[in-house]
């Protein structure tokens, strides 16, 4: 249980809900067969075979969404709806309209919806109560969104927002390029994207290279900001940061690889440790990056806001 991209959201201090509540909640919406007419269904899933919605350890939570797809590619379906108008162009003795063509694929796609094959994904997310993190394991934007939008269809509300730090990403990163270093705790890695800020939107990428060349400080001179950068955290955690503070190429490191290999005798207990270890640390990091790029924006202004209204 590793987590390899990060989209990383902050918890409202205010919110609070028992464990077992938010078990009943997510059991609630189990995730149930797309019936013969839909395409995709959504819905909760255990964690692992057998267990319970929630995953609970040290004070930490998991949760999966699952999604059951039809699999129907639109190749197919044109390739249909394609050979019957030509038939029935044939027949009425003139070329097909727009609205006869896309009532032609509608009936295609009623007919090889119940027939079509179903494939099940899923979307693990970690829950931090104490830090108020909220973590879904994901590199698209999107997948984060149907979680928080599950959970509210679900019957919760889940006052959740993305990380928004007081310095942006691409800020802090030139910066550490343009000085060389970061800080104690994190050190630069070799993979890099550097974009210009015209309309043309140069772009220039390093993968598996040393970031200390001349050239990176020529682009960087030349007003490109960076986008994407590899970064590690404390010999342990290896990443690629984005412009977007999402989090990505996730990658526990050998010592960390190695306390859960030796001190687990069977999969249950692997699951366990790596779970423990992987929030643990991954809960640590966060803090630290929110705070290398100027603390978390909303936390910040809560007090302003509670002293505006008093």
Known sequence: MRFKNLLVYRLDPKWKVEPRVLENILAGRA???????????????????????????NRHWLLTLGMEQKLLPASII????????????????HSIGRKQMREIKERVLDELLPRALARRISTAAWVDPENRWFVVDAAADSKGERVLETLLKSGNEFPAKRLDTQLSPATAMTGWLAEGEISPD????????????????????????????????????????ATRLGMTWKDKISFVLTET??????????????????NAD?????????????????????TDLTALLGGDKTAAAAPREAAATV
């Open 78 to 93: 044109r390739q249909m709806a394609g050979e019957r108008a030509a038939e029935l162009a044939k027949k009425q003795g």
């Open 245 to 262: 503070l999402q989090i990505k190429r996730v990658t526990f490191l050998n010592l960390l690889r190695q306390q859960t290999d030796e």
């Open 31 to 57: 995730l149930q067969p797309c019936n013969s007419f839909e395409m995709e269904s959504h819905g909760w899933i255990p964690p692992r075979e057998g267990d319970p919605f929630l995953y609970m350890q």
């Open 266 to 286: 069977n999969k249950d207990e692997q699951f366990a440790l790596d779970f423990v270890l992987m929030t643990g640390e991954l809960s640590q990091m966060l």
């Open 186 to 225: 994190f050190t630069l890695d070799q993979d890099l994207e550097l974009c210009g800020g015209d309309a043309n939107k140069a772009t220039v990428r390093y993968v598996r290279h040393s970031l200390g060349g001349k050239d990176i400080q020529a682009h960087i001179a030349a007003g490109k900001v």
